[in-house]
Structure formats: C-alpha cells, structure tokens
C-alpha cells in the first residue's frame, strides 16, 4: 500500500537534516596605518615641515627602535606611498634596495618600510599611490579655491583657514627639539593628529556660492584619490594577511580609510 503524499511529506520533516557542509571563514585582513610625515624635506606640500637630520646617529637608534616595535606585529605585506605601473603593484625601489641605502637615503619609505621589510625578509613591498598621471584629473584642485576665494571675496576666510595647519607645523618643527621619532609618530597618528588634518578639509566647503563650490569640488577629489588606493590595497591584501602601510598623513586621510575600509570586513589594530 502506498502512502498519501502528504503522510510522506510530513515523515520527511520528522527526519533530522545532515549538517551542510560548512563553508570556511575567511581569516581576516588586518590593517595598520601608520601617518608618517616626509623624513627628506622635498617640500610637496602647503605646510611643509622642516625635519631634522634622520641620518644623525640619534635619529637612527630611534628609527632601530620603531623597527623592531614594528617587526613585533610580524606584517606580512608593506605598503607605501608610491605610483607603480605594474598590475602587481610590486616597488622596484625596493626591488634594489640594500641596508647601506640607510646611510644615504633620507625618504620615509626608506627608513622606515624598507628598513622594516627587510629585516623581516619580505621579498615585496607594494606601491599603492594614485597620482593625477596618464589622463587621471587633479586630485588637489587647490588653485581652483584660492581663484574662486579671491573672485568671492573670501581670500581673508581662506587666510584664516590655512593659518591653522602653519601654526600645526611651526609647532610640529619644536617638538622635534624633546621628541624622539616614534613619540613624534605617536602624536601624529593620535585621534587629535588625524582628525585635525580631515577638519581642514572640511573647513574648504565653506569657500564658493551655489554657483562655484571648489572646496566641495576639493574634497570630492581627494576622496576619490583615498579610494583609488584603497582599491589597490584591498587588490594586494589577501585572507590572512596582516598589513603594514606607511603613507605621509596629510595625503593618505587615516581616520577616513578606517572608516570605509572597516566595512568591507577588514579589521584595524
């Protein structure tokens, strides 16, 4: 005798379901940025600071010290702030890079990703900057706020405005004096560090009319600059990873990579 469709159907429910198979977790990235600021003065900026010798033999003890706090978090992958044209994002500056470069080379990613790196035998470091090159707009239009300011009447605001990160940098330059390195990293990489650099920013939307809005102009393209090179790290990291990148912290914005790369999953220490 068969049995009503409906009794099979309810039997069926009674039956416990095997287990589906589990799909394994992806071990998470993570991430540490650390704001550094241009060991070799090449003047890039607005505000420039005036940095103190990091060949002197004090400075590089200091350097030697911040290397081995670094290495104790065991990065699996460096990255920095330079452009390269290669799919895999690989630095050939590191590629050729020595310990005697210490002696000689005063750039940042020298003496701090490189030194790093190699001291944990990494074979890469990674370039995951975004500069306006090969047709890519200006991710800075600055010129175009001072235009529109003077054409407004606002260049007194302006003034006032970018009067904050001079006086940020003149105070900056004294530190150096009872500071060492990592203690000058430290306060620039604190919330105060980095939330004041984003104000800035922000303070820009207020120069324009309805009409002309450079500084939101300024801020749309900065942004889209940070997420150009949050899409390159996100292209090199992989599961598991744990990330180390150095980036000067006026160009990289640190408390906004925080915020847009923590949701897709990554995790900041």
């Known amino acids: 005798m068969r049995l009503p469709a409906l009794l099979l159907l309810a039997l069926a429910a009674m039956i416990p379901a095997l287990p589906a198979a589990a799909e394994p977790t992806p071990s998470p990235v993570q991430v540490m ?132 990160p001079a006086a940020e940098v003149k105070r900056f330059e004294g530190l150096q004096a009872t500071h060492t390195i990592p203690q000058l990293l430290a306060i620039q990489n604190g919330r105060e560090g980095f939330n004041g650099s984003m104000a800035g920013y922000y303070g820009l939307l207020t120069i324009g009319d309805s009409q002309a809005q450079p500084g939101a102009d300024l801020n749309a393209m900065w942004y889209l600059r940070n997420a150009k090179i949050f899409a390159k790290l996100m292209r090199v990291a992989q599961p598991g990873d744990r990330v180390l990148v150095v980036y000067c912290e006026g160009r990289f914005g640190r408390a906004q990579v925080i915020c847009e790369i923590r949701r897709l999953g990554v995790n900041f220490v």
């Open 33 to 164: 940025v650390l704001g550094a600021y241009h060991f070799d003065n090449p003047g890039l900026d607005l505000n420039n600071v005036k940095v103190d010798d990091v060949l002197a033999s004090t400075r590089q003890a200091e350097l030697a010290a911040l290397t081995q706090s670094l290495a104790a978090w065991k990065p699996t992958r460096i990255m920095v702030e330079r452009q390269v044209a290669a799919p895999d994002l690989i630095d050939p500056v590191y590629a050729a890079f020595t310990p005697a470069d210490l002696t000689t080379k005063r750039d940042e990613r020298f003496q701090i990703a490189y030194r790093l790196a190699d001291r944990l035998g990494l074979e890469q470091v990674y370039g995951i900057d975004e500069q306006p090159s090969d047709g890519e707009p200006d991710y800075f239009p600055f010129n175009k706020v001072v235009e529109v300011a003077k054409a407004r009447g606002q260049g007194d605001r302006l003034e006032v405005m970018m009067a904050v």
